[in-house]
């Protein structure tokens, strides 16, 4: 690892946000047809090395913008994801790592910069954690116990039906497991009094809206439980499959992800932040 001096160092420590499995996905950022790692992006590998502990997998994705043309920006894209690859099995020794170049992002604006476009040029970073631990939240949201209807929950809920049609409603302890569309323990019971009211107003038509964290470029984030670029959407998706299972007829709802085009806190610079923003929200269409 390059020497870093210290100034830099106490600089970083203080601005270098807390690398945790807060987060949806880790970022590196990368200067034209750079691949190697800078002495910053090796500073935030060494951040969440703690992590790896714990660690089922880790997917690292290579990306490089559209400057260039298509085969050899797939070629940098890889090299980028393997570099981080070779220092993280330096660093950690188990071979947990999966690296994979997926080319250039295909967007350019109306007016194409000859500097191209830097958030694209990138190697985005997922860790799993060991699924061992959210096991229960899988498959067995039944097992962790109902809200009684005395419960505080409730009574926001009925604002649902007072609500005017395009009004929304959210829930701050509605939140899901970093990189995943499973929901975080304390967000069982929430969806457990969403479902009931649902089933008692038979009337109510509503939409779910999903959202992400940790992602400032107007995209969709991975989504580890399925391999896919659809986070946002695998949220609200697994929402409304949970009320079909439930009985909630489908043809009172609809889902999509927002990705994320509509953070409720901006910018986010606490864990508590991301956690509100890796979110669903019901909106209301129909009376």
Partial sequence: M?????????????????????????RLFYDINQQNLTSYNEFKLDSINDLLIDTSKVYIFGFADYLGKRSPNYLL????????KEYLLY?????????????????????????????NRRVDIIVTPSLKKNKPINRHLASYPPLKKTDSVYKRIDKLAK?????????????????????NPEAVPILEALTSYLLE??????????????????QDAFD??????????NRAKYIYAYLVSKGVRPERMLYRGLGSDDP????????????QNRRVVIVLLGK
């Fill in 163 to 183: 609500l005017d049609v395009g009004g929304s409603l959210s829930f701050k302890e509605m939140t899901f497991l970093p990189g995943r569309h499973f929901l």
């Fill in 77 to 84: 894209s890889k090299q980028r994801a393997e570099t981080v």
């Fill in 91 to 119: 660093l950690h020794g188990k071979n947990i790592f999966i690296a994979d170049g997926k080319g250039q992002v295909n967007y350019a604006p109306k007016n194409p910069s000859p500097l191209g476009e830097p958030v």
């Fill in 224 to 233: 580890i439980d399925v391999g896919q670029n659809k986070l946002s959407v």
């Fill in 2 to 26: 390059k020497f870093i001096p210290l100034f830099l160092l106490c600089f970083l420590v203080k601005c270098l946000p807390v690398y945790s499995q807060s987060q949806d996905t880790i």
């Fill in 201 to 218: 107003h038979k009337t109510l038509k509503i939409e779910i809206q999903g959202h992400i964290c940790c992602e400032y470029a107007h």
């Fill in 264 to 275: 409720k806190i901006f910018p986010e610079k606490t864990i508590d932040d991301q956690n």
